[in-house]
């Protein structure tokens, strides 16, 4: 009798393992596409390629849902760990071994002052750079808007009517589109379009590749173009400061609410996916419209003219504040009035933001972070507002937006200090202490005006399927990839292809015939051949050579034809002794030097 409990724990053990073992048994497939067409392709050095990856359960035969899949990639050599260690190393440290790449985690992309763009790693904050890539432009943009889809920066000049593509794994940048009149504002959709808002009154949709796919009329003067801080919205509005404004699905371009609010908007902002909420420029007031009533707004006094409005993301608060002063309104949008309101002291407002549970006030002249709880934000009790310390008072920037940027989905956000270049990370619970936060990111590369955060984490596109896009150094690699729950550990290898390899080129050196020993300042006779990997002669039928000294600036130039029996020919003649280096300037289209040929002058007194 008492061995059942025992028989019936050791059952249970035995089946607990047996289904830890059938979750281990996914299987990955790996493929690589073009991060603009989603063409298959190569991966090249130094380029970014999309990573796609499938996860199939081999039980079923069917993609697993629910899970959350990571990943990094290594260089291939004989000493590396094995998968499983390598997988169960990570998940136990949440670190990557050194010289690896880890895509998982986030990059913050970084406008400057000095009309600079850098993109960081804070996962490389400790090391002697965490820059992963910058970009001088040409001039102050009026609009900067990035993509994980595709690892770019899109970058809007109105005068000269260009969009600019930035990457954000390294230097390459172009144009994108070009003679467009004029663009004043960009937002990006998860799928990877990009939409523009113009001076004339016109958004335009572009494809990651720059066609224009439609192009919308708001009005006749400059359009601005918002969506909601949480990156998992596609939700995308427009407005122009005469009030007309329109609501879209970012990802479908699909119309969800179209209107005109009753007088001129200072800013506008989007309530949930189905309605837009309104600071007006000449009353003091806020006008709320829905979907379902477009034409009947919800019209919430204030009290006072407010420049700007920001609302949280389960569309209940929403705080409407002027950068320079010292009151922010918070607003009850279920109530539809003012329901607290806060007054720095000696302080004024640059920037307000929201987590899921908190909102969040920047005061860069009064030094601190304020957090307000949500759930004490209610009708008929004082706001209670928390300060964070961020160690100095500086002077407030002027003009810009994008310094206080939520990281969603973790309960943090990310205060910038422009005068320090420093950002400070802050949780929603962050302590009340005369010291500012732990933890901090170094934004290197210039002092920060705006900050964008840019997810490079495996996103699942469908089910089973997960893709990011990266670029990686020449040579074989392997992708390891596991859960957070250990269902996965499997490395899967891939080859990045070099310069030869991307250009097709055979790599070749030259093969001298005969041992004669050149004499300085006499007529010598070169013989030889060219040979490719496998030693084997080629058929070129002349090259011209440059032999230049490796001891003097001396350089000869001669002319080497082919004879009956293909042996390349030259006559020079070198002029002094030591060594000279044999250089084709001419070779083959296909073709790349490998290694150079020497010779050696000895002088007349010298015996052979």
């Given at each position: 009798m008492q061995?059942?409990p025992?028989?019936?724990?050791l059952?249970?053990?035995?089946a607990?393992?047996?289904?830890?073992?059938?979750?281990?048994?996914?299987?990955?497939a790996l493929?690589?596409?073009?991060?603009?067409?989603?063409?298959?392709?190569?991966?090249?050095?130094?380029?970014?390629?999309?990573?796609?990856?499938?996860l199939?359960?081999?039980?079923?035969?069917?993609p697993?849902r629910?899970?959350d899949?990571?990943?990094?990639?290594?260089?291939?050599?004989?000493?590396?760990?094995?998968?499983?260690?390598?997988a169960?190393?990570?998940?136990?440290?949440?670190?990557?071994?050194?010289?690896?790449?880890d895509?998982?985690?986030?990059?913050?992309?970084?406008?400057?002052?000095?009309?600079?763009?850098?993109?960081?790693?804070?996962?490389?904050?400790?090391?002697?750079?965490?820059?992963?890539?910058?970009?001088?432009?040409?001039?102050?943009?009026t609009?900067?808007a990035?993509s994980?889809?595709?690892?770019?920066?899109?970058?809007g000049?109105?005068?000269?009517?260009?969009?600019?593509?930035?990457?954000l794994?390294?230097?390459?940048r172009h144009v994108?589109?070009?003679?467009?009149?004029?663009?004043?504002?960009?937002?990006?959709?998860r799928?990877?379009?990009?939409?523009?808002g113009?001076?004339?009154?016109q958004?335009?949709?572009?494809?990651?590749?720059?066609?224009?796919?439609?192009?919308r009329?708001?009005?006749?003067?400059?359009?601005t173009?918002?969506?909601?801080?949480?990156?998992?919205?596609?939700?995308?509005?427009?407005?122009?400061?005469a009030?007309?404004?329109?609501?879209?699905?970012?990802a479908?371009?699909?119309?969800?609410?179209?209107?005109?609010?009753?007088?001129?908007?200072?800013?506008?902002?989007i309530?949930?996916d189905?309605?837009?909420?309104?600071v007006?420029?000449d009353?003091?007031?806020?006008?709320?419209?829905?979907?379902?009533?477009?034409?009947?707004?919800?019209?919430?006094?204030?009290?006072?003219?407010?420049?700007?409005?920001?609302t949280?993301?389960?569309a209940?608060?929403?705080?409407?504040?002027?950068?320079g002063?010292?009151?922010?309104a918070l607003?009850?949008?279920?109530?539809?009035?003012?329901v607290?309101?806060?007054?720095?002291?000696?302080?004024?407002?640059s920037?307000?933001t929201?987590?899921?549970?908190?909102?969040?006030?920047l005061?860069?002249?009064?030094?601190?972070?304020?957090?307000i709880?949500?759930?004490?934000?209610?009708?008929?009790?004082?706001?209670?507002?928390r300060?964070?310390?961020l160690?100095?008072?500086?002077e407030?920037?002027?003009?810009?937006?994008g310094?206080?940027v939520?990281?969603?989905?973790s309960p943090?956000?990310?205060?910038?200090?422009p005068?320090?270049?420093?950002?400070w990370?802050?949780?929603?619970?962050?302590?009340?202490?005369?010291?500012?936060?732990?933890d901090?990111?170094r934004?290197r590369?210039?002092i920060?005006?705006?900050?964008q955060?840019?997810?490079?984490?495996?996103?699942?596109?469908?089910?089973?399927?997960?893709?990011?896009?990266?670029?990686?150094?020449?040579g074989a690699?392997?992708?390891?990839?596991?859960?957070?729950?250990?269902?996965?550990?499997?490395?899967?290898?891939?080859?990045?292809?070099?310069?030869?390899e991307?250009?097709?080129?055979t790599?070749?050196?030259?093969?001298?015939?005969?041992?004669?020993?050149?004499?300085a300042?006499?007529?010598?006779?070169?013989?030889?051949?060219?040979t490719?990997?496998d030693?084997?002669?080629?058929?070129?039928?002349?090259?011209?050579?440059?032999?230049?000294?490796?001891?003097?600036?001396?350089?000869?130039?001669?002319?080497?034809?082919?004879?009956a029996a293909?042996?390349?020919?030259?006559?020079?003649?070198?002029p002094?002794?030591?060594?000279?280096?044999?250089?084709?300037?001419?070779?083959?289209?296909g073709l790349a030097?490998?290694?150079?040929?020497?010779?050696?002058?000895?002088?007349?007194?010298?015996?052979?």
């Open positions: 061995r059942a025992l028989i019936a724990l059952l249970a053990v035995l607990t393992t047996g289904q830890g073992r059938a979750q281990a048994s996914l299987t990955a493929t690589l596409h073009d991060p603009i067409t989603g063409a298959p392709t190569t991966a090249d050095d130094g380029k970014p390629v999309r990573l796609r990856v499938q199939t359960d081999p039980v079923t035969g069917l697993p629910g899970v899949l990571l990943g990094w990639v290594r260089g291939v050599a004989a000493d590396n760990p094995g998968c499983e260690r390598a169960q190393n990570y998940r136990a440290t949440r670190r990557t071994p050194l010289g690896s790449v895509l998982n985690g986030i990059l913050l992309a970084t406008y400057n002052s000095d009309a600079s763009l850098s993109v960081v790693d804070p996962k490389l904050n400790f090391y002697s750079s965490n820059l992963v890539a910058a970009h001088r432009l040409d001039g102050a943009p609009s900067v990035t994980a889809r595709q690892m770019r920066a899109y970058v000049y109105p005068n000269d009517g260009i969009i600019l593509a930035a990457s794994t390294g230097p390459d994108l589109a070009e003679g467009l009149p004029g663009v004043t504002s960009l937002v990006t959709a799928t990877g379009d990009l939409w523009a113009d001076r004339a009154g958004v335009m949709r572009l494809s990651p590749d720059g066609t224009l796919r439609e192009t009329r708001l009005g006749v003067d400059a359009v173009l918002t969506r909601p801080r949480d990156p998992e919205t596609d939700s995308i509005a427009a407005y122009t400061p009030g007309a404004a329109f609501l879209l699905d970012g479908t371009g699909r119309d969800i609410l179209n209107t005109t609010f009753s007088s001129p908007v200072a800013d506008l902002s309530v949930g189905t309605g837009l909420l309104a007006l420029r009353a003091p007031q806020a006008e709320m419209r829905y979907a379902d009533a477009p034409d009947a707004p919800l019209t919430i006094p204030l009290g006072k003219t407010f420049a700007r409005i920001e949280g993301p389960d209940r608060i929403a705080l409407a504040y002027t950068p002063d010292s009151i922010v607003i009850d949008l279920a109530l539809g009035r003012v607290q309101s806060v007054e720095l002291a000696d302080a004024s407002v920037e307000v929201f987590t899921d549970n908190a909102a969040f006030i005061s860069h002249d009064g030094g601190f972070l304020g957090a709880d949500l759930a004490t934000v209610a009708l008929g009790k004082a706001a209670v507002l300060k964070i310390d160690g100095a008072k500086t407030r920037p002027e003009g810009t937006d310094l206080l939520p990281l969603f989905p943090q956000v990310i205060a910038v200090e005068r320090f270049q420093t950002g990370l802050v949780g929603e619970l962050a302590s009340t202490v005369e010291m500012p936060p732990m901090s990111i934004l590369g210039g920060p005006q705006s900050l955060v840019i997810d490079r984490s495996f996103q699942e596109v469908e089910t089973g399927v997960f893709e990011t896009v990266w670029a990686f150094d020449a690699r392997e992708l390891i990839l596991t859960t957070f729950a250990g269902q996965l550990s499997t490395c899967v290898p891939f080859h990045v292809r070099g310069f030869v991307q250009h097709a080129l790599p070749v050196r030259l093969v001298r015939e005969g041992a004669q020993v050149p004499v300042g006499e007529p010598f006779d070169l013989v030889f051949q060219v490719g990997p030693d084997r002669p080629l058929p070129v039928p002349g090259l011209h050579l440059m032999v230049p000294s490796m001891l003097s600036g001396t350089m000869v130039e001669a002319t080497a034809t082919a004879d293909g042996l390349l020919r030259a006559r020079l003649t070198l002094h002794e030591g060594p000279f280096v044999v250089q084709p300037r001419d070779l083959p289209q030097l490998r290694s150079a040929l020497i010779l050696k002058a000895r002088s007349e007194k010298e015996t052979p």
